[in-house]
């Protein structure tokens, strides 16, 4: 029997791929280094788009996605600071469609988002966007209509600084990431909702049964068994969308196509890296080089090497590597989930390829995810297993690993589901010690029901005390609160940081220059990011979109916005209109973002000069936790009209 793999590398051998490589945009071909060669420009900076539905090759295979230009993604934009360009957009589909500038400062009219700015782009029509350039960077474009990204319609930007670009190197490349399903997306969506696990097939077997018996003795491995199975909880609910439906592409191309990139020995190669998934979150290395970050979110940072970045879903991180040997580089980007990867070769001459990394085994959600920090008197659970965990933060309060709620039963109530039986956990309440779901005040009742003795994590963040949620005012919206929330900036993310090598985290990112605004915030504003995984049912403060009126913010104002994330996955949330300032420890050097991931149970701030009038979407990055519901709507207006 000849397998699908069998079949792509035969064709690989014999060539055919590079015929179907053709398809791909023209950047993506990465022989050349200029870049300009590749625009859709015509006279006067017009840029002309064509959106088509048809059939399109992604690794040997044929699908049908949305097309920019006749390929996905789409063709490479690139602008130059300082001018007014004009895209005419045209709808050559039988539906309606949008297309959205992920990061650019526009005017509101011109940000592309159905329903809230404009009423969308209709069949068989033409819109035309214009405005003037006002930053530089790395950026990325793509549809705000349903599935459309998921179905192929994104494509990268560059715009070049007016001045000088500080960044020196020798050539460039985009890389941008994404993933494919052959599946028509709504039928994905169908799928979560009916069962928010559908796609996840690393859930703990019979095999990991037996073995845990050999590890643990049959009671221990019974009994934790039986304990989550009663909280109808999984450790490995890492992402909802999986490697067993997506194929990741890295310029549109899967690992099989491997996409190469030269260089010279002794060349700066700057790569723009670009999270265009749908769903995905990637942990990006290249196996022998050192990777200094440049940018983040299309601002530059003071340079930081690292050897390993996450980058959440949409957001993009400019590096540079500097290969001094010739031969041939991986660029690998694992799912964070370990279900598959991307890949491609940086090497010194077409068609070369370097050794594909082993993937490393799925990481497990850990006693932290659950914000659970200050249980130390849970250590020694019987039953629960202590030894999967593979994220754990040295020091920190990860001794159960997992503990990821799944299904509306799971309220974590002592008394329910056999957990009375957990030592360290005082069911004398009718709860589990101090997990309080429902009443609020999460932190002082971690520890058997005592106070902690330590400092709340969630304090150290600037602003307003935190902001308790019960259960009452979230309802059926959200499974679950964590104990208590804290700052996590300085952590890697579940997965990473026990590989012996440096993973960058967001307290390693500095602005070279103050922010323009250095005022103090007037006022603050808390969002909780809600969800209830078994019903797929995303929400801000336990409401979805389709439930919430507007957030005000007053032109002009300074304010700082505080997100705490309630669940237990992570949420890129990404505000449209202006940047926002992650208060990460830096002071006025703080970064800008117009993305940022919130890993489960934390609380952050960012600091947000409300200069752009107007509407302005407020969103999870996630493709389909945002069709869920975790949207709301930012307006920005005089504060007589807020």
């Not at 304990?227 to 909802?240: F, K």
């Not at 390693?508 to 990011?529: A, F, N, T, V």
């Not at 407020?618 to 009209?641: N, P, T, W």
């Amino acid at each position: 029997m000849v397998t699908r793999r069998r079949f792509l590398q035969q064709a690989g051998a014999l060539g055919l791929l590079a015929g179907l490589e053709r398809f791909a945009p023209a950047y993506a071909w990465a022989q050349s280094t200029s870049p300009a060669v590749f625009q859709p420009r015509q006279p006067g900076n017009v840029f002309d788009l064509t959106l088509r539905q048809e059939a399109y090759p992604f690794d040997g295979r044929n699908g049908s996605a949305i097309t920019i230009n006749g390929s996905v993604p789409g063709p490479l934009l690139r602008f130059r600071e300082g001018e007014t360009v004009t895209l005419r957009v045209h709808n050559q589909l039988d539906v309606d469609s949008s297309i959205h500038w992920h990061g650019l400062l526009v005017p509101n009219r011109m940000d592309g988002v159905p329903n809230v700015v404009f009423p969308g782009i209709k069949a068989g029509e033409t819109f035309i966007y214009q405005y003037p350039i006002r930053q530089s960077g790395t950026y990325w474009y793509h549809s705000h209509t349903r599935f459309q990204e998921q179905s192929g319609l994104y494509g990268p930007i560059i715009i070049d600084p007016s001045e000088p670009d500080p960044v020196q190197h020798d050539r460039e490349y985009v890389v941008m990431l994404s993933d494919w399903t052959f599946e028509d997306p709504e039928r994905v969506m169908a799928h979560l909702k009916k069962q928010g696990d559908y796609y996840n097939f690393q859930q703990r077997t019979l095999g990991t049964f037996f073995h845990d018996i050999g590890k643990d003795g049959w009671q221990a491995t019974i009994k934790n068994r039986l304990q989550w199975g009663g909280m109808r909880m999984s450790p490995a609910d890492i992402l909802d969308v999986t490697g067993y439906t997506y194929t990741y592409l890295m310029n549109g191309l899967g690992p099989v196509s491997n996409w190469n990139a030269l260089f010279r020995p002794g060349e700066k190669v700057r790569l723009r890296f670009i999270n265009g998934s749908a769903q995905t979150f990637f942990d990006v290395r290249i196996p022998g080089l050192k990777l200094t970050v440049v940018q983040a979110d299309g601002q530059n940072v003071q340079p930081v090497e690292v050897d390993e970045f996450r980058i959440g879903v949409a957001e993009t991180y400019d590096v540079i590597v500097e290969p001094r040997e010739d031969k041939a580089y991986t660029i690998f980007a694992e799912s964070m989930d370990r279900s598959g990867y991307a890949g491609g070769t940086l090497a010194p001459r077409l068609g070369m390829s370097s050794e594909i990394p082993k993937r490393r085994p799925r990481p497990l959600r850990s006693m932290a995810d659950m914000g659970m920090f200050d249980m130390q008197g849970m250590g020694s659970m019987p039953g629960m297993d202590m030894g999967q965990q593979t994220a754990a933060k040295p020091g920190g309060a990860d001794q159960m690993s997992g503990m990821e709620p799944k299904g509306q039963g799971a309220k974590m109530q002592a008394g329910q589901q056999g957990m009375e039986a957990m030592p360290g956990m005082d069911s004398g309440s009718g709860g589990m010690a101090g997990m309080d779901m429902g009443s609020g005040d999460h932190a002082a009742k971690a520890a058997g029901g005592k106070a902690s003795t330590q400092a709340d994590p969630a304090q150290t963040l600037p602003g307003d005390p935190p902001v308790k949620h019960t259960r009452d005012d979230v309802g059926v919206a959200n499974q679950v609160s964590p104990m208590e929330t804290k700052n996590r900036l300085d952590e890697p993310g579940v997965g990473l940081g026990q590989d012996g090598w440096r993973v960058l985290v967001y307290t390693d990112l500095r602005s070279p220059k103050p922010y323009h605004d250095q005022r103090k915030p007037g006022r603050d504003i808390e969002l909780h990011l809600t969800g209830n995984m078994e019903r797929f049912i995303w929400s801000i403060d336990g409401k979805k979109y389709s439930q919430a009126e507007p957030i005000p913010f007053h032109y002009g104002e300074r304010l700082r916005l505080i997100m705490v994330n309630d669940t237990m996955m992570e949420h890129p949330m990404h505000l449209h209109g202006v940047f926002m300032v992650l208060e990460n420890g830096h002071g006025e050097y703080g970064p800008l973002k117009h993305t940022i991931i919130v890993k489960p149970a934390e609380r952050l701030s960012l600091l947000i000069t409300a200069d752009e009038p107007g509407r302005w979407a407020f969103h999870c990055h996630m493709l389909y936790h945002m069709e869920a519901g975790m949207f709301r709507v930012v307006e920005i207006s005089d504060k007589q009209e807020a």
